[in-house]
């Protein structure tokens, strides 16, 4: 039994470590890129956490921090549970934290109750879960699980060039711990849903069937320089039309059904130079899409790199594509799944199942060990990436709940 | 007689004052914004020719240069040439330069041929006439001509908030000579057309018949953040979509014809945090409208607006609208036309009329004396703005004898 209060307390603690003052809401958001100060102060706070609950913690190469409760026999593989602290710039207070605060109150509760478990306990935090300062996500989950290189990780840079390397070094988490690991014998997420599905079926948690698809790239766009008021219309390079025709074709497609369920998001745009009686040489701009079946993300790829090359000829502009990344459909363990669902039956907490609308480091352990994952349904639709991002301190209790129970049963096999 | 060798030597001089490399043409550029250190040297360079030219000089209020050639009946009103030497930030070695050291070169040739005149003839430059790091362009001049109080033009701010009057004190133009000036006899400004007009007509010279009307506004939305992979496409608040829709919507109205030459550009595109994987919250962008006939400027700019009402409010954005600058269509004195048109006759230079798709300090002045302007060929189909435009020093001096030569029957009158 967990303590929803200390669960809480510690959430609003973890909430102040980057805290910044959101102009278009009113509200105090949280803004703790990964490798930050902020991201580093809020780093050594869960450290003294986990070494407050007696764990054992250790650093990767990577900077993904993991504590352990050992269990009886120290020769099976353990049942780790984790999640992130990083955040996006216009963050809240749940999203990834939760996961790791619930796991460390798990750990907590086991300690209370005095309960030995047959196998090692784990919980972690992973580095560059939002991808939003190095432009990958899932990075440190990705290099623990295999799927990127960790010589690669190391050298990806920010908009300001440093490196995940030279920032690791900087504020002290270039562990030496290798960051592969023996697969575990179970991994478990608790993350808020940050979408709308739990609130409408007004449960309190969901059982998380799988993550959809996810396709990061970067569109930069080269045409030329000329003036506003003595350039006619048909001998414009302009790049920044180009770049604005893909953000409205983008929608035409979300809108249009032939990919199913795509969601398109233009998150970054950016003009070069940025002078108002000149025409754009340049235009840089992200493209996320997500679909939850992979054949259908591959047209949408496909249609709109047709889509840009046509268009690009049109208006004499060269297009130029980065892949920064991308992940397939990752169906979670059924087995788990069931545990999830059994262990929310037995504590009367109403659920659903659902694939989950964004990425989770869940998604890159599940390449090495039976993985799945419990939502925890958040207040205004389950909006994240936002100050307005808010689940209750009840249902942040409830899916904690489910997590340690599950984690226990597993923990005992 | 001018001499065309002196005339080249100055203009390239002054480009390499503001020299940068432009990786999208690898050509030299000029990077000269007003107010800079650049513009500070290039400054100090033209006055140190206006004195070697034996000229009297004085710096007004908002920073504009003249300089005087006393003519024998000093109570007359002078003739004055002029033009201006910021740039844009990928900008040439033409744009307002070449009407300032042209201005410089007819001063120089009259010395040298021993002329008097009955006037005084003046050469000035004027403030901040592209208008992009302060946002209001024509500013120098339209403050001469009484049309921006120079107590509003002294506080708008650049994107780092510096004001045009600290930055005047800090390059020490901020002179002490009343902005407002007795109003000359006339104006000409030599300029470089920056338009393909006078190439397909295969003429080295232009007589312009006046200025189309400029609108500039900037344009704010503010929409709500959300995560990219989790919030459904129809409840999304996506401020860069409103955005993206303006620019592609402008392109359309362009194309329509339903605005007869109707021109626009978005040359500035910015969305707030920027973020992958993060729906925007915030976008702005700068609207720059040309059009030859006020009417449909007006009704342009209605529609415009009620299109940006409709959408922004289906997509539950809210719309700021900012006035940058607006000047309605200006027509040119037609006898000083017409004495510009003599004037290239008698040099057998063949000409064309035609409107200027580009601002000028001329419609400014044009407020204050008969005032016209005469257009310089430019290669590539005249393109500007860009490191590409390129005039021949055989264009340069065919547009600055005809302005000499003009100037000096205005004298005499
Ligand atoms: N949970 C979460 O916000 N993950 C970030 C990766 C993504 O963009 O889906
Ligand atoms: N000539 C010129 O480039 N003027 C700048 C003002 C404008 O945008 O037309």
Same mark, same amino acid.
């Given at each position: 039994?967990?303590?929803?209060?200390?669960?809480? $307390?510690?959430?609003?603690?973890?909430?102040?470590?980057?805290?910044?003052?959101?102009?278009?809401?009113?509200?105090?958001?949280?803004? +703790?890129? &990964?490798?930050?100060?902020?991201?580093?102060?809020?780093? !050594?706070?869960?450290?003294?956490?986990?070494?407050?609950?007696?764990?054992?913690?250790?650093?990767?190469?990577?900077?993904?921090?993991?504590?352990?409760?050992?269990?009886?026999?120290?020769?099976?593989?353990?049942?780790?549970?984790?999640?992130?602290?990083? =955040?996006? &710039?216009?963050?809240?207070?749940?999203?990834?934290?939760?996961?790791?605060?619930?796991?460390?109150?798990?750990?907590?509760?086991?300690?209370?109750?005095?309960?030995? =478990?047959?196998? *090692?306990?784990?919980?972690?935090? @992973?580095?560059?879960?939002?991808?939003?300062?190095?432009?990958? *996500?899932?990075?440190?989950?990705?290099?623990?699980?295999?799927?990127? /290189?960790?010589?690669?990780?190391?050298?990806?840079?920010?908009?300001?060039?440093?490196?995940?390397?030279?920032?690791?070094?900087?504020?002290? @988490?270039?562990?030496?711990? /290798?960051?592969?690991?023996?697969?575990?014998?179970?991994?478990?997420?608790?993350?808020?849903?940050?979408?709308?599905?739990?609130?409408?079926?007004?449960? /309190?948690?969901?059982?998380?069937?799988?993550?959809?698809?996810?396709?990061?790239?970067?569109?930069?766009?080269?045409?030329?320089?000329?003036?506003?008021?003595?350039?006619?219309?048909?001998?414009?390079?302009?790049?920044?039309?180009?770049?604005?025709?893909?953000?409205?074709?983008?929608?035409?497609?979300?809108?249009?059904?032939?990919?199913?369920?795509? +969601? #398109?998001?233009?998150?970054? @745009?950016?003009?070069? #130079?940025?002078?108002?009686?000149?025409?754009?040489?340049?235009?840089?701009?992200?493209?996320?899409? +997500?679909? /939850?079946?992979? $054949?259908?993300?591959? !047209?949408?790829?496909?249609?709109?790199?047709?889509?840009?090359?046509?268009?690009?000829?049109?208006?004499?502009?060269?297009?130029?594509?980065?892949?920064? #990344?991308?992940?397939?459909?990752?169906?979670? $363990?059924?087995?788990?799944?069931?545990?999830?669902? *059994?262990?929310?039956?037995?504590?009367?907490?109403?659920?659903?199942?659902?694939?989950?609308? &964004?990425?989770? $480091?869940?998604?890159?352990?599940?390449?090495?060990?039976?993985?799945?994952?419990? @939502?925890?349904?958040?207040?205004?639709?389950?909006?994240?990436?936002?100050? !307005?991002?808010?689940?209750?301190?009840?249902?942040? #209790?409830?899916?904690? !709940?489910?997590?340690?129970?599950?984690?226990?049963?597993? &923990?005992?096999?």
């Amino acid at each position: 039994t967990i303590n929803p209060d200390r669960l809480w $307390d510690s959430l609003m603690e973890l909430k102040q470590i980057g805290a910044y003052h959101d102009e278009g809401t009113g509200l105090q958001g949280v803004r +703790r890129l &990964a490798l930050t100060d902020a991201d580093a102060e809020a780093r !050594r706070r869960c450290v003294q956490w986990m070494l407050d609950a007696g764990l054992e913690f250790r650093v990767d190469r990577i900077g993904n921090v993991t504590a352990t409760r050992a269990g009886t026999d120290r020769s099976l593989p353990c049942v780790l549970m984790g999640s992130h602290i990083d =955040t996006v &710039a216009t963050g809240g207070a749940f999203d990834g934290t939760l996961g790791v605060l619930g796991g460390i109150e798990v750990m907590r509760a086991l300690n209370d109750a005095g309960i030995e =478990t047959l196998r *090692d306990v784990e919980v972690g935090f @992973f580095t560059e879960e939002e991808g939003v300062r190095f432009g990958t *996500d899932m990075l440190g989950s990705a290099v623990t699980a295999g799927r990127i /290189p960790l010589q690669h990780a190391w050298q990806l840079t920010d908009i300001d060039g440093l490196t995940v390397k030279s920032e690791l070094e900087r504020i002290g @988490f270039d562990g030496p711990t /290798p960051e592969r690991r023996p697969a575990p014998h179970a991994y478990i997420e608790c993350h808020i849903e940050q979408g709308p599905i739990l609130a409408d079926a007004d449960v /309190p948690v969901g059982i998380v069937e799988g993550v959809q698809s996810i396709s990061w790239q970067r569109l930069t766009l080269h045409g030329e320089a000329a003036h506003a008021g003595t350039t006619p219309i048909g001998s414009r390079h302009d790049a920044g039309l180009v770049a604005a025709s893909v953000v409205v074709e983008l929608r035409r497609m979300c809108d249009s059904g032939d990919y199913g369920q795509l +969601r #398109a998001t233009v998150g970054t @745009f950016d003009i070069g #130079a940025g002078q108002t009686n000149v025409i754009p040489h340049r235009a840089m701009l992200t493209i996320d899409l +997500r679909n /939850p079946v992979d $054949d259908l993300m591959t !047209r949408a790829e496909k249609d709109l790199a047709t889509y840009v090359d046509t268009l690009a000829h049109q208006h004499g502009v060269s297009a130029e594509w980065e892949r920064m #990344a991308k992940t397939a459909v990752i169906p979670f $363990d059924s087995r788990v799944q069931d545990l999830l669902a *059994d262990t929310a039956e037995r504590l009367g907490l109403g659920y659903v199942r659902a694939m989950s609308g &964004a990425g989770h $480091d869940a998604q890159e352990i599940a390449a090495i060990c039976p993985t799945a994952m419990v @939502f925890v349904r958040g207040e205004y639709g389950g909006i994240s990436h936002t100050p !307005r991002e808010y689940s209750t301190p009840q249902a942040c #209790a409830d899916g904690t !709940r489910v997590l340690g129970n599950a984690v226990l049963t597993l &923990a005992n096999q």
